[in-house]
């Protein structure tokens, strides 16, 4: 939770280079945090974070006092991510259609709450940089970050049905990880 006094701002919006600084590092861990769940590499990560908030301070004075910062400050860097994700034309071959198996690929066989683990978050962390990318990305927007099925196929030009695929692939896949854990665990 980043926590900014009006005061800061106001600093920031009179280009106060001490100010934005001072902003800088009150985001950072906020926004790092983010840019790591899409990209693995920590580079990659810290320049999108860089990148995003070049476009907050370049977008400050569209800053609305009635909506939290942190969910202002997230939205403009999933946007830059997801910006920057379609640039790349190398990912774009990663959004092939998938044909949406909507009502087969519904999930409710496995409760997270059967499991006696605790996981740490650097573990889970862990499951979900094996995921594949797409589903990664597309399983942190809808489950982590709060984006509809809808949202997320307008931000990555995918249908909704391959949306929810996705979803329903990456869940299964640490399903398997976190089962595949518990067996290890057990025959400790």
């Not at 926590?3 to 280079?17: M, P």
Request: hydrophobic share 40%; with cysteine; proline share 2%.
């Amino acid at each position: 939770m980043v926590k900014v006094g009006n005061d800061i701002i106001k600093a920031c919006l009179k280009k106060d280079r001490k100010a934005q600084f001072e902003l800088y590092k009150l985001c950072y861990g906020f926004l790092f945090g983010i840019c790591k769940r899409y990209y693995k590499n920590g580079a990659d990560a810290e320049a999108l974070l860089n990148q995003s908030f070049m476009k907050v301070l370049t977008n400050l004075e569209k800053y609305r006092k009635e909506v939290p910062f942190n969910l202002w400050i997230r939205r403009i860097t999933i946007n830059t991510i997801f910006d920057e994700y379609r640039k790349n034309k190398k990912y774009k071959e990663a959004f092939t259609e998938i044909s949406p198996f909507e009502e087969a690929q519904q999930y409710s066989d496995i409760s997270f709450n059967d499991a006696d683990l605790q996981f740490e978050a650097e573990e889970l962390l862990g499951f979900l940089e094996r995921l594949p990318d797409v589903s990664k990305r597309v399983f942190c927007l809808y489950a982590i970050d709060g984006y509809s099925h809808k949202e997320i196929a307008e931000l990555m030009k995918i249908s909704v049905g391959t949306s929810k695929w996705h979803v329903n692939n990456a869940r299964k896949k640490l399903i398997s990880m976190i089962e595949d854990k518990k067996v290890i665990m057990l025959a400790m």
